[in-house]
C-alpha cells in the first residue's frame, strides 16, 4: 500500500510541551506527529506550512505565516525570526503534504503562552518574616497573605511566583495548580525559576480576592548533605506579580511588598531529609480567604534579593504522578506497626486519621526490613524521614506532607488512634512529570521485573535533578550517575526538558578553567573536583540528549562547556595525551576493589585517559555539526593522539592489556581505543575472565553500563545473555531474586544471609547499574536511533535473541511516533516472526536475525515482490538487512 491515503497532522508540541503556559522561548520550536491510514506505508512529509498567532484563535491575522515549505522535517521545526513579547498567548496550527503532494487539513489548534521575559518587569519585592536560620521560630513555614479588589469584567489573570525556598500558592481559600516543590532545585546563583499560573476562574471580578503563600525551606534554605548544619542559604523569601487584565484592556497588578501580612502556620518543621511536623491546632481556618480576621499578623519584611537571576520555567513540574495502597501490615518480631507499600518509592503518605486533639501520630519511612523482619533505618544515616501530625479532634482529618519527601517502601506507623485500616493510608508517589516513552517485556519475568525496578529506581530519583538516591541524607545530582544511565533514562521516559535545564546548571557551575564539580548543583563545595567519567557528564550527557531526541541545540548550548572540560583535562600533568594526575573515583564500587575500599583495581589512569578520549571523540563531532570544521579537525587529531597514547600506555605490541580487568577491558572495546588487531584478543579475555568467575561480573559504576554492549558487538552475546540471566551475587537478578523493586546501589545490598552491605553506603533505589536497560532496549529488543539520523528519524532495528528468552517486545515513543519491535522465536515449529511499527515520515534498518533471503516472508509473501520493501541484501553473519519506510510490518521465517 503506498503512501496516498489521508493524512493528519496531531500531537503538536513547543520545545517538547503541550500547550505550556509561562515560558521563554529563547528558541521557538514546534513538533508534530503525522497519522496515516491503517496499512499506509512509506508515508513521507514533503512540506509542511505553519502559521502563529497571539491572541488571536481565528487566524484573522496572523503574526507568523511560514507559507509552504518543502521540507520533510516535522520534530522541532524552528520559526526563525519571531520575536516574542511577555505575557502573550501564542496559537499555532500546522498543515502538511505528503509525499505525492497532497495536503493535510490544519491540525487542531495549540498554543503556548510566555512569561515574564524581563526582570524589569518585576514591580514586586522580595518578601519575609523576618527570620534567618537559628532564629527563635524558623522552623515554622511562615504565612503570607494579602486581600484587594478586583473590577468587574476581568477577562484573564496570571500570577508569576516563585521563592529562595518552596511553596505553595493560594487564591481565595483553594490550593493553585497541582505542581508540588516548587519553584525546584537549580543554581540558585544564577538560575531561579518561575512559575506561571491561570487564575482567572479563581477570582472573584467587582469582589475583594485574597492572595495566600505558604513558604517551606525546599532545597535553597533546608539542610543538606551529610556535613552537620550546612546550608546554602540562611533566609527564605517569596516573591509573586498577579496580573488582571480588563476586557477594555486596561490591568491591575498586586505584587508582593510591604503591605503584606504574615504569621507563623502549623507546618512547625519540614526539611528535605527530615520530614514535617504539622500542628493541626494552628491551623488559621480561611487565612487565604479574603474576609479573614488578619488582625495580630505581621507586615512582612522586603528583602533586597536580585532578581536577574530569574527565568522562566524550564523543567517540567515536580507532581503526585501515581498513587499506591498499601498491601498490608506487618507486626514486627520488635512489636513494630508497619505499614507495607510492596514498592519502594519516594514522595509521601496522605492518610486519614480521627481522635483527640492534641494526639500525635508519627509516620517513619523506610526502604527494607533487617534480617530479624524489623523496621531498619541504619542506612539513612542522619535522615530522619519522620512525618509528625497532632491532630485538631474534630472528626476525620486528612493530611499529606508540604515540603519534603521519603524514600520508603515501609512506613512505621506509632500513635495512630483505634485501629489502622488500609484505606486510610495512600502512598503518593512524586518525581518531575515525564511522559512516561518506553516499554520492555520478555518471556523472562525475572527481566520483566528488573526493568519494573529501572523504570522506578529513574521515578525515585528524577525529582527535578538526577539525584544518586532518594532516602538518606544526601540525594545530590552526582555527575557520575547520570551520565552512566541517561541513554536508557531517554528511552523509558522524555527526559529532554529535564536534562536541558540539568545541563544548564552545570554549564553555570563548571570552573573557568574547564573544571566541573562532582555534583550538580554543587552543594558539596568542595575544592577537589573533576573526577573522570563523572566530570564527563559535561560531554556525554549533551551528545546522548542529541542522538536521543535529534536536538541539536543540546550542542549549540553546551558546546563550549563541553570543549572547556576536554581543554581541562588537557592541562592536566606534564603529558597532554594522557590523564594521570588528580583524585579518580575510579571504578567505583567495582567488586575487584582492594580490602577497605570503594575503588575497583582498574587503573584509574586508564579509566581517565579512556573517558578524555571518548570525550575529545564527541566533543569533534559536536563541532561538526554545528558548523565548527576547525574545532572538529582540532579534536580528531587530538582523539587520534589519544588514543595512540593509550595504546602506547596501556596495550603492549603483542595486545596485552594493562590492568587486565572487566572494566579495563570494556573501556578499550567500547571506546574503540585498542588496534584493530588486538580487538578480538581483548574481547576473547573479557569473556574469559567473566566465565571464570562462574559468569559473574566484577565491574563497578564505571565498566556495568558498557559490559553488555561490548560482549554483544564483539560476538559474545549468548555470554551476556547468560550474565544478565544469573542470579547469584554478583548479578543484576540477585537483587530481584531478594524482592527488589528498585536497583540497589551495591551488588549485595542484602547479603544471603540477610545482613547488609554496610549501614553507612546502602541504598536500595540507585539507579546506575538500571543502565543495563539500554542494552535490553536497543540490543535484544532492537530498538535505536542512527547518529546520523537521530532522534529516530532512522531507526535502526536490529533485534539480538539468545537462547535464554524466546520472545522480547520494545516500544518508544519517539517525537515521531511509536517505534516498536517484537520478536518471537517458536522453537518446536522453528520459525522466527518479527513485528515491526515505524512511524510516517520516518525510515529505518532492520536486520532479521538467523534470516536467509529467499525464505522470509513479508505477511506471507516473499520479499522480493513485496510492495513498500526498497531494498535488501543478505548478510554474511547470517542476517538480512532490510531498508524500511515508515508502517506495519510482519515477518516470518524459518530457523534452525
Known sequence: MMSNQPLTVNMLRFNYKENPVGIDPALARISWQLTAAPGARNVVQSAYRIQLTAEDETFSAASADTGKVNSNKSVLVELPGFEVSSRTRYFYRVKAWDGEGIETPWSE???????????????????????????????????????????????????????RGVYELHVNGKRVGDEVLAPGWTEYKTRLQVQTYDVTDMLLGGERNAIGITLGNGWYAGRLTWNDGFRLNPERAALLQLYVTYEDGSEQVVPTDAS???????????????????????????????????EGWNPAKTGSFTKETLIAQENMPTRVVKELRPIGIIQTPAGE?????????????????????????????AEVLDAEGNFYTDNLRKAKQQIEYVLKGEGAETYQPHFTFQGFRFVKVEGYPGEIELDNFTGCVVHTDMELTGSFACSDERLNQLQHNIEWGQRGNFLDVPTDCPQRDE?????????????????????????????????????????????????????????????????????????????????????????????????????????????????????????????????????????????????????????????????????????????????????????????????????????????????????????????????????????????????????????????????????????????????????????????????????????????????????????????????????????????AGTSHQSQYGEVALQWKRDALAGTMNIELRIPANTTASVELPYAKLATVRECGIPLGVMSGIRATAEQLDGAVRVELGSGQYSFEYPIK
Open 109 to 163: 489548534t495549540a498554543y503556548f503562552e510566555t512569561g515574564l521575559l524581563n526582570p524589569a518587569e518585576w514591580q514586586a519585592d522580595w518578601i519575609t518574616d523576618g527570620l534567618s536560620a537559628g532564629d527563635d521560630g524558623w522552623d515554622a513555614s511562615p504565612l503570607f497573605r494579602k486581600s484587594f479588589h478586583l473590577r468587574g469584567g476581568m477577562r484573564r489573570a496570571r500570577i508569576y511566583a516563585t521563592a
Open 260 to 294: 503584606w501580612l504574615t504569621s507563623d502556620g502549623p507546618i512547625r518543621k519540614s526539611e528535605i531529609y527530615d520530614g514535617e511536623l504539622y500542628d493541626a491546632r494552628l491551623e488559621k481556618h480561611g487565612w487565604s480567604l479574603p474576609y479573614y480576621d488578619d
Open 337 to 365: 506497626t508497619v505499614l507495607d507499600m510492596g514498592q519502594n518509592m519516594v514522595g509521601w503518605m496522605r492518610f486519614t486519621v480521627s481522635g483527640e486533639s492534641g494526639a500525635k501520630v508519627s509516620l517513619t519511612h
Open 475 to 807: 540525594r545530590l545530582g552526582w555527575t557520575g550517575d547520570a551520565q552512566v544511565f541517561i541513554r536508557t533514562a531517554a528511552f523509558n521516559m522524555n527526559v529532554a526538558p529535564f536534562f536541558q535545564k540539568w545541563l544548564r546548571d552545570l554549564k553555570s557551575e563548571q570552573r573557568e578553567e574547564g573544571g566541573v564539580p562532582y555534583v550538580i548543583p554543587n552543594t558539596l563545595k568542595l575544592d577537589e573536583h573533576s573526577s573522570a567519567a563523572w566530570g564527563d557528564a559535561a560531554v556525554i550527557c549533551p551528545w546522548v540528549s542529541y542522538v536521543s531526541y535529534g536536538d541539536i541545540r543540546f550542542l549549540t548550548e553546551q558546546y563550549e562547556s563541553m570543549k572547556a572540560w576536554v581543554e581541562y583535562i588537557r592541562k592536566q600533568g606534564d603529558n597532554e595525551l594522557l590523564w594521570n594526575t588528580g583524585y579518580h573515583f575510579g571504578d567505583w564500587l567495582g567488586l575487584d576493589a582492594h580490602e577497605g575500599s570503594y575503588v575497583g583495581s582498574t587503573p584509574t589512569d586508564l579509566i581517565a585517559t579512556a573517558f578524555y578520549a571518548y570525550s575529545t571523540s564527541l566533543v569533534a563531532k559536536a563541532a561538526a555539526l554545528i558548523g565548527n570544521n576547525e574545532d572538529a579537525v582540532k579534536y580528531e587529531e587530538l582523539h587520534r593522539r589519544i588514543t595512540a597514547e593509550f595504546q602506547q600506555e596501556f596495550i603492549t605490541p603483542n595486545g596485552r592489556l594493562a590492568g587486565a580487568t572487566q572494566t579495563s577491558y570494556v573501556l578499550a572495546l567500547m571506546f574503540d581505543l585498542a588496534k584493530e588487531r588486538d580487538r578480538a584478543r581483548l574481547a576473547r579475555e573479557l569473556a574469559k575472565n567473566i566465565e571464570d568467575r562462574g559468569i559473574h561480573l566484577a565491574t563497578g559504576f564505571v565498566g556495568t553500563p558498557y559490559l553488555c554492549l561490548v560482549l554483544s558487538r564483539f560476538g559474545y552475546h549468548e555470554l551476556a545473555g547468560k550474565l544478565v540471566q544469573q542470579e547469584d551475587y554478583p548479578s543484576w537478578l540477585y537483587a530481584v531474586k531478594k524482592g527488589a523493586t528498585t536497583m540497589w546501589e551495591h551488588w549485595d545490598g542484602i547479603k544471603e544471609d540477610g545482613s547488609f552491605w554496610s549501614r553507612d553506603m546502602n541504598s536500595f533505589n540507585h539507579y546506575a547499574y538500571g543502565s543495563i536497560g539500554e542494552w535490553l532496549y536497543r540490543i535484544v529488543g532492537g530498538v535505536d536511533t542512527s547518529e546520523d539520523h537521530p532522534g529516530y528519524k532512522h531507526s535502526i532495528m536490529a533485534p539480538k535473541p539468545w537462547r535464554g528468552i524466546n520472545f
